[in-house]
């Protein structure tokens, strides 16, 4: 499955379009392909964060790497073209004649209530918030991700393998 097609989920969309965010949080490994036990060689990860601002309907997005940097879209088709841009591999690949591979991916996109928005973005800049540190605020995050998957407001898990190839 494309990012693209992930907009056609209205489990995922009529949310967004509410004002809730989207975390979109992408991890890709590179495997070496032996007889017995494959190899890692290599593993990323990066999340990216939308929401729709609700005065002028543009959508926001906000990467794990450079949280200063804000992009706005008009739609969610641009939107969708970005998000496929940064699904292609960040890795500069295996040395040829070196063997098999194959690459993993895995992409789990979460809606967010904006207590989690902003506990995220307080956790993205390195801010350590002593109170929301402790078992009891544990439990109550808890409960609340409880709460907004039995509304319906549930995170998606896709993912993907490509077939052995040998660069």
Known sequence: MRPVDIFA??????PLLS???LRFHF???LWHDRFLADALVERTSWTLILYQEPLSGEFNLTRSWDIARDEWYSDLLSVAQTLESWYRS???????GSGSYYYEARLEIEIL???DL?????WLRGDVVGE???VGSAF????KRLFIRLIGLSARKLGARTDTFQP
């Open 9 to 14: 989920d209205s489990v995922l969309v009529r």
């Open 140 to 143: 109550t995050r808890g409960l």
């Open 19 to 21: 004002g809730l965010p």
């Open 27 to 29: 991890q890709l490994e």
């Open 132 to 134: 929301r540190s402790g």
């Open 113 to 115: 209530s904006l207590g």
């Open 118 to 122: 902003d506990e995220l973005e307080h």
């Open 90 to 96: 960040p890795f500069a690949g295996p040395a040829p």
